[in-house]
Nanobody, 127 residues
Framework: QAQLAESGGGLVQAGDSLKLSCTASGFQFSRYYAGWLRQAPGKEREFVAAINLYGGSTHYADSVRGRFTISRDNVNNRLYLEMNHLEPEDTAIYYC????????????????????RGQGTQVTVSS
């Protein structure tokens, strides 16, 4: 069964760092674009970051660029999101996503329809 499982969320203070992990199973992760979305209370789900098949290209939301770093390990089927200088506005449920059929252009334009998503991990940043 194809699955994405996030881990690493928690409660931190503003300015702290946190690293999220996502483990893919049941499908060939290396063939999929991958990324992170987040959803804050009362807000719509939004794009955070994405990475291409081999990690050579990345794309970030303006709100996290320079603070967050996405990476992947195709040998161990893992996706990561390293988050530095966290702000209370980063508080959200973070979801790991993956897509097989889209293009990198769709990722950059925000037009990709991610076809796999994990259950999410809560990140709370206190001020």
């Amino acid at each position: 069964q194809a699955q994405l499982a996030e881990s690493g969320g928690g409660l931190v203070q503003a300015g702290d760092s946190l690293k999220l992990s996502c483990t893919a199973s049941g499908f060939q992760f290396s063939r999929y674009y991958a990324g992170w979305l987040r959803q804050a209370p009362g807000k719509e789900r939004e794009f955070v970051a994405a990475i291409n098949l081999y990690g050579g290209s990345t794309h970030y939301a303006d709100s996290v660029r320079g603070r967050f770093t996405i990476s992947r390990d195709n040998v161990n089927n893992r996706l990561y999101l390293e988050m530095n200088h966290l702000e209370p506005e980063d508080t959200a449920i973070y979801y790991c996503v993956a897509d097989l059929d889209g293009t990198w252009g769709e990722v950059v334009r925000g037009a990709i329809r991610w076809d796999r998503r994990g259950q999410g991990t809560q990140v709370t940043v206190s001020s």
